[in-house]
């Protein structure tokens, strides 16, 4: 089974947009210093607590270097959404979802990653809050959230080539996501009632896959 589920689509879900030079490795550690400090501000006190010149003495950098690395806070947290998720699919991927369809795997994977939110309430709110608030100017870190949600869900279905419809199954499925944890942490849905909803959305991708995958 985890052999199956190791070969995958090939997403490049932390690549940087084709307009950004790459960061030296100097560059790369202050990023992740800021990154971190966003973190550990959202995890103590959600969106209000993260504040762009603590978040600057915090990770050791000028309040003018923070900003030319993130214009706003709301740039800050999407991104810090972003990294995150790049965490929690390197974990996922050490220990792979077990279900024998796609459908199952997915759904799985998305529980386990909600659930690894539910553990810091405060920083889930802070990050869904920012994806909420972004406009325009946040098109490529908002873009960097959705590649690395599909990279997560392509790589619990576990196919190489995934088809149009089911590609088109899994924007839905995280669209569905995302809206259960805006329901979950505004206090209209229970846990239960997320995993009924992502149950019940996952299984468009068994009902799009060619019959060569059923």
Same mark, same amino acid.
């Given at each position: 089974?985890s052999?199956?589920?190791?070969k995958?689509?090939?997403?490049?879900? &932390?690549?940087p947009?084709?307009? &950004?030079p $790459?960061?030296?490795e100097r560059?790369?550690?202050?990023?992740?210093?800021?990154?971190?400090?966003s973190a550990?501000?959202?995890?103590r006190?959600? /969106?209000?607590?993260?504040?762009?010149?603590e978040v600057?003495?915090s990770? +050791?950098?000028?309040l003018?270097t923070?900003?030319r690395? /993130?214009?706003s806070?709301?740039?800050?947290?999407?991104?810090t959404m972003?990294?995150q998720?790049?965490?929690m699919?390197? #974990?996922?991927?050490k220990k $792979?979802?077990q279900g024998?369809t796609?459908?199952?795997r997915v759904?799985e #994977?998305?529980?386990?990653a /909600?659930?690894?939110? +539910?553990r810091? $309430?405060?920083?889930a709110?802070a990050?869904v809050?920012?994806?909420? /608030?972004a406009?325009r100017?946040?098109?490529?870190?908002?873009d960097?959230v959705?590649?690395? #949600?599909?990279a997560?869900i392509?790589?619990a279905?576990?196919?190489?080539?995934?088809t #149009?419809?089911q590609?088109s199954?899994?924007?839905?499925i995280?669209?569905?996501?995302?809206s259960?944890l805006i329901t979950?942490l505004s206090?209209?849905?229970?846990?239960a009632?997320?995993?009924?909803?992502?149950?019940?959305?996952?299984?468009l991708i068994?009902?799009?896959? $060619?019959d060569?995958?059923?």
């Amino acid at each position: 089974m985890s052999a199956k589920v190791n070969k995958v689509a090939k997403v490049d879900a &932390s690549a940087p947009a084709p307009a &950004s030079p $790459p960061l030296t490795e100097r560059q790369e550690a202050r990023r992740r210093r800021i990154l971190h400090a966003s973190a550990q501000l959202a995890s103590r006190g959600g /969106f209000d607590a993260v504040q762009m010149r603590e978040v600057a003495e915090s990770s +050791q950098v000028a309040l003018g270097t923070l900003y030319r690395y /993130f214009p706003s806070k709301i740039h800050l947290l999407v991104a810090t959404m972003q990294d995150q998720l790049e965490h929690m699919h390197g #974990t996922l991927r050490k220990k $792979p979802p077990q279900g024998e369809t796609a459908a199952e795997r997915v759904a799985e #994977t998305l529980m386990r990653a /909600f659930r690894a939110l +539910q553990r810091e $309430p405060h920083l889930a709110d802070a990050m869904v809050r920012a994806l909420t /608030f972004a406009d325009r100017s946040v098109s490529p870190e908002v873009d960097q959230v959705s590649r690395q #949600t599909t990279a997560i869900i392509l790589d619990a279905m576990g196919l190489e080539n995934p088809t #149009t419809e089911q590609l088109s199954a899994v924007r839905v499925i995280e669209h569905t996501w995302h809206s259960a944890l805006i329901t979950w942490l505004s206090g209209r849905a229970s846990i239960a009632q997320v995993k009924i909803d992502i149950e019940t959305v996952c299984r468009l991708i068994d009902l799009t896959a $060619p019959d060569t995958q059923k």
